[in-house]
């Protein structure tokens, strides 16, 4: 198998981790380069967390997805959102990206309110990264041109600054030889790493990722996940939602389980994974984690296994 070499390109801030809290906390916001973004000032924020909900609704018809969800997420911080399918995982990550409206509650980022009205929804955006299953590359344009073009587009970055930009980026994720490949000869490890790439040629101060890894082959989750575990241990904040419990455990300073719209459970992730306290996130661990035999589970009444 072919060995595939990364260049870490530094996210590192001058403000160390506070002691004694587990995490990345206290980290400015920072662009792909290595260079601090300017960061909402203190006196405006009051500390304010990075990503914070407060009491979020969100319904599809009579469909009660997101339950009066209280999240807040530090600056630095990487938040592991694991549950089984239809929890409103994935609909939380795309209310904080603002692609999907909330009934009632408000969503702030860095001490701002998204979620007023008025609010300049495509500069929001720009700050906030996300990356889906699907890799959603333009099939026409080269590697390189997926990377640029909302750069060049949006920001009105020249040419030739977005391309050396993107240049160091593809190299950042292993795909320095890749550049002017199209997506159709890449594998999908390779494209989700451009996806990854072009979230990161934004400048975001929080990358969402919405379970990165499922639509690959086995052999290709590792190549993805690496390169999100470089940005966790470079301060990078992040949401990510998962089912890939071991890199959940390794990357995440917290891990939040959700069902039915609500948060049943968080906390630290080897508290939550390896002894969560209540039962409906010990039935879905033993339902995910490889652990169990399938000996050791039965069909409810439901068809589901338990």
């Given at each position: 198998m072919k060995r595939v070499t990364f260049m870490v390109i530094s996210f590192r801030?001058?403000?160390e981790p506070q002691q004694g809290t587990g995490r990345r906390a206290g980290r400015q916001p920072l662009d792909p380069m290595g260079l601090a973004t300017t960061p909402v000032p203190a006196e405006e924020t009051n500390g304010a967390a990075m990503v914070r909900l407060e009491a979020v609704h969100k319904s599809f018809g009579d469909n009660l997805v997101l339950d009066s969800v209280d999240l807040s997420v530090d600056h630095g911080e990487v938040l592991v959102i694991i549950g089984p399918s239809g929890s409103g995982k994935s609909t939380l990550l795309r209310c904080v990206n603002l692609l999907e409206p909330i009934q009632a509650g408000r969503i702030?980022?860095?001490?701002?309110?998204?979620?007023r009205k008025g609010v300049d929804?495509?500069?929001?955006r720009q700050r906030?990264?996300?990356?889906?299953?699907?890799?959603?590359l333009f099939p026409q344009l080269t590697a390189l041109d997926n990377l640029?073009?909302?750069?060049?587009?949006?920001?009105?970055i020249?040419?030739?600054?977005a391309e050396a930009r993107g240049r160091e980026l593809l190299a950042s994720v292993g795909l320095a030889e890749k550049a002017s490949q199209h997506p159709h000869q890449l594998s999908g490890g390779q494209q989700q790493r451009v996806a990854?790439?072009?979230a990161l040629m934004?400048?975001?101060h929080v990358m969402l990722f919405d379970e990165v890894t499922s639509a690959l082959d086995p052999e290709l989750v590792g190549e993805v996940l690496v390169v999100i575990r470089n940005l966790a241990r470079e301060g990078m904040t992040m949401l990510i939602v998962t089912h890939e419990m071991q890199f959940a455990k390794e990357v995440g300073d917290r891990v939040v389980f959700m069902d039915g719209g609500r948060i049943v459970e968080e906390g630290p992730p080897r508290d939550v994974l390896d002894s969560p306290k209540q039962e409906r996130t010990q039935q879905f661990l033993r339902r995910t984690q490889l652990a169990h035999t399938l000996e050791e589970l039965a069909l409810d009444e439901e068809g589901g296994s338990e």
């Open positions: 801030s001058t403000t702030f980022l860095e001490g701002e309110e998204i979620t929804v495509s500069a929001i906030i990264g996300i990356v889906f299953q699907q890799f959603n640029t073009l909302a750069a060049r587009r949006i920001r009105k020249p040419r030739k600054e990854i790439a072009r934004m400048q975001p």
